[in-house]
């Protein structure tokens, strides 16, 4: 059974970092593509990584590009949102999924854990 769960929000400043956690329990990444999303308050949810599992290649929205990386530690099962240069739009929930089945679809999500950036 696969099971996600994202952890590490809070409060920074801007220019700040912070790095996002996802337990990712029964996650095969040799097989399942992992995503990180964002919902902001008042907007649609919108994915801002996609680690490929056929090369595990991380592609990137422009708006986090040279800022926020993704790592993983598939010995534990664990996938990170590595987010520097914080600005106040990046404030949203962020959510890990996982097993991309479409253009921005997943089957498995996560909980979200809330960043929230300060001007």
């Known amino acids: 059974e696969v099971q996600l769960q994202a952890c590490g929000g809070g409060l920074v400043q801007a220019g700040g970092s912070l790095r996002v956690s996802c337990a990712a329990s029964?996650?095969?990444?040799?097989?399942?593509?992992i995503g990180w999303f964002r919902q902001a308050p008042g907007k649609e949810r919108e994915e801002i990584s996609c680690?490929?599992?056929?090369?595990?290649?991380?592609r990137y929205k422009d708006s986090v590009k040279g800022r926020f990386t993704v790592s993983r530690d598939i010995a534990k099962s664990m996938v990170y949102l590595q987010m520097n240069n914080l600005k106040p739009e990046d404030t949203a929930v962020y959510y890990c999924?996982?097993?991309?089945?479409?253009?921005?679809?997943?089957?498995?999500w996560g909980q979200g854990t809330l960043v929230t950036v300060s001007s």
């Open positions: 680690t490929s599992y056929s090369d595990g290649v991380t």
């Open positions: 999924a996982a097993q991309r089945s479409g253009p921005y679809e997943y089957i498995y």
């Open positions: 029964g996650v095969n990444f040799d097989a399942d593509s």
